[in-house]
């Protein structure tokens, strides 16, 4: 197991993901600590959430290891990964369908935070309190259009009570308000001292929140640190620009 | 919260009722023997079996999305080894609930493998379990290959106690099954299991242990279905196993579930009742009555894909046995929310199941 120089509460180091002849994550090493947010943004194709999907436990890393909260998790699926506080969101949103909006963040709270009924209840309901959707609980998940389903993502990864919470792309399609809502509710989860890794292509709404930007291109981290000096980075315009990394 | 924080219904006043309705109705089928003539009492028995089969293949493929044309097996097992258990020297009535046990017991290995398996995979590979264990059993020196045999043992009783006291099993069982099939689709792990159904990437996401709870269901429904088989057996004393191991069995179960309703609680039974009465009315029409049978299927899916009771529940919101969640969001509470919900909204869409 990886022994840990500090504090981090998430330490991958030299993950490899390949698919056939694809490879799609080339050595990557990601350390953060407990209380951080990190932002990651990258060109279609660079892998984030390819790395959010090992991290989180969907697929194994072709090599390389995981750990979490001190403890080797490489071999651990995602289910155990979310009962140990580490939680995922979809990219693609995968609601529950023939379940309610109410269900499907139940099922999180009851069996992620392993919390017992009236418990659930209670944490489902302020889940979806936080996520704005008291308003369609009753209503079946497979009804809902695509920005609910996008906040369903949300309120039931926060139902599990994650300490570290990965997003990829909640962002995606939003209006300025609702950017503004969701700013506001991801500042909620930090003052919950909830860790965050975000993966998002609207680069200023990440930046009212990350105070750590990685930029990965190519299945490759370019850049790390000040989210300003990130942005900056003659790289990284490359990248965006659509040079590549020369 | 505070005062006007929302409620999280279970029931509605048409379920209690229904409780009162569904109590009354075992209540009258236990005494029924007594004003029933021997033929009915028999028919009777035989619709009990009917639900707890649509009941059991209900739980797995509605609910838990685990669709099966191999479960037929599971029926043959609880006939061959109550057969087994009663030629060892167990008392046949005993023999029928003990051979049950060893049905959800042989059925925990199965699921080792099977449960590996997706969707067509799946369905699929139960119909090969189903005739690799047909042909196994036709191995065994009692059951004489496909001649069969009997419960012989049975016979010590005489026609009448016999007759009823299948009944009064059957309907134990079917009230039992029921019960804890109730009991665990309504519990906690009820929802892991639809959330299976509907998504297992994103129920392993937020912490559903899916191959466990997968098991646990593929297991009750083999036990419930070998108790089912158990009883068949029971009722007609001869054991031929390409009877037992027909799929048949599994064609009846997904004709009463999908007319009656997948993924509804209500609808297994509904179905259940209806294939006994069509089978009552139209089974002496050979060739004629499975045709018949194929084409309501047929036509059930393509035009009303919920069945009866699904379409009864999303046009009306009547759920009688619901094993969902309802919020009641109190008139004065304020709504953050980005769709606004009328009241009307909130009382009246339901889930699926």
Known sequence: MTILPNAAILDAAGIHKRFGALVVLDDIDFAMGADEAVGIVGPNGAGKTTLLSVLSGAYPPSAGTVAFKGGDVTALPATARCRLGLVRTHQVPKPFGGMTTFENVFVAASHGAGLKRDEAYEEALGSLKLCGMLGVANRRAETLGLLDRKRLELARALAARPTLLLLDEIGGGLTDGEAGELVETIRELRRRKIGIVWIEHIVHILLQVAERLICMDAGKIIADGDPQAVMANPQVISAYLGGGPK | MSAASPVIERGTAASRIAAIAVALIIA???????FLSAG?????????????????????????????????????LGAYFSIRLADA???PFVALFVSAIVVGAVSWPISLFMLRLRNGEFAIGMWVIAALTHLLVNLDRLVQGETGTSLISLNVYDASTRRVAIYWLALASMTALL???????RGSTGAAIRAIRDNEDAAASVGVRVTGTKRLLFVLAAFGIGIAGALWLATSITFQPKTYFSVQWTAYMIFMVLVGGIGTFEGAILGALLFFLIETWFGGAGVWYLIGLGATALAFSLLLPRGLWGTLEERFGLRLLPVGYSVRIPVNATLTTGETASPAQTTTSREKA
């Not at chain 2, 009258?28 to 007594?34: F, K, N, R, S």
């Not at chain 2, 028999?42 to 293949?57: N, P, Q």
């Open chain 2, 179 to 185: 019960a804890v099939l109730f009991g665990l689709l």
């Open chain 2, 28 to 34: 009258l089928l236990a005494i029924a023997p007594q």
């Open chain 2, 89 to 91: 020297g167990l008392n």
């Open chain 2, 40 to 76: 009915a009492v028999d028919r009777m028995t035989a619709l009990f079996i009917y639900v707890i089969l649509a009941a059991m293949w209900n739980a797995l493929a509605g609910f838990g999305g685990l669709v099966s044309v191999g479960q037929q097996v599971f029926f043959g």
